[in-house]
């Protein structure tokens, strides 16, 4: 079944340390989009990908990086992670033809102590 | 001016009744337009979209736009209380990388 996956589901990590959070999807969608939602909030783009060896910076300053050295892995890396970057991260794809819309992960809650 | 404009809520409608969604956008070359359900803890979820005037009916959902007004609705018929949920409106701007933005979106309670 396509579909679009993001491990872990919940983090909790002590502040300084890396992290990555992993995203793949099996759609073979060429565009990919990284959202941080805090709860009740809106969604804010942070970093997004039209294809292999491309990725751009969204509407939200993040502290974060991206890659995407295949088409169907995306993942999000924090290089010290701070207790400010507690939040939910979406991972989302959709292919040609937009007008069918995102399709996304389960998402990452992220919790930094 | 914020470019996808939609009340926040909470929308409250009793059970069996029409619940209405409105949502206002800047850019007026704007191509698609998507409504997403996202409950509460989980993931926004594709419900509806619409690119061409008028409405869209799909079930108990019916989206309508109005390219003219910039105006776009999503109206629930026979709300139940499993629609009870927070609603998004995304509209994919004109220009090369037709960028979606998303709007903050209304929470609609349903009470039954």
């Known amino acids: 079944e396509a579909d679009i996956y993001q491990t872990p589901r919940y983090l909790v990590i002590g502040t300084g340390k890396k992290i990555t959070l992993e995203c793949s999807q099996t759609m073979g969608h060429d565009k990919m989009y990284w959202y941080q939602q805090d709860p009740g909030m809106e969604l804010h783009l942070i970093h997004y990908?039209?294809?292999?060896?491309?990725?751009e910076k969204g509407d939200l300053s993040s502290e974060s990086t991206v890659s995407r050295i295949r088409t169907e892995h995306f993942p999000l890396t924090l290089e010290s992670a701070r207790p400010s970057h507690t939040s939910q991260y979406l991972c989302a794809s959709s292919g040609t033809g937009t007008r069918r819309g995102y399709t996304f992960g389960s998402g990452t809650r992220l919790t930094v102590v | 001016q914020k470019e996808v404009e939609q009340n926040s809520g909470p929308l409250s409608v009793p059970e069996g009744a029409i619940a209405s969604l409105n949502c206002t956008y800047s850019?007026?070359?704007?191509?698609?337009f998507f409504w997403y359900r996202q409950y509460s803890g989980k993931s926004p979820e594709l419900i509806m979209f619409?690119?061409?005037?008028g409405d869209k009916e799909d079930g108990r959902f019916t989206a309508q736009l109005n390219k003219a007004s910039q105006y776009v609705s999503l109206l629930i018929r026979d709300s139940q209380p499993s629609d009870s949920a927070t609603y998004l409106c995304?509209?994919?701007?004109?220009?090369?990388?037709?960028?979606?933005?998303f709007g903050i979106g209304t929470k609609l309670q349903v009470i039954p």
């Open positions: 850019d007026r070359g704007s191509q698609s």
């Open positions: 619409i690119y061409s005037n």
């Open positions: 990908s039209y294809g292999v060896n491309s990725t």
């Open positions: 995304a509209v994919q701007n004109s220009g090369g990388y037709q960028k979606v933005t």
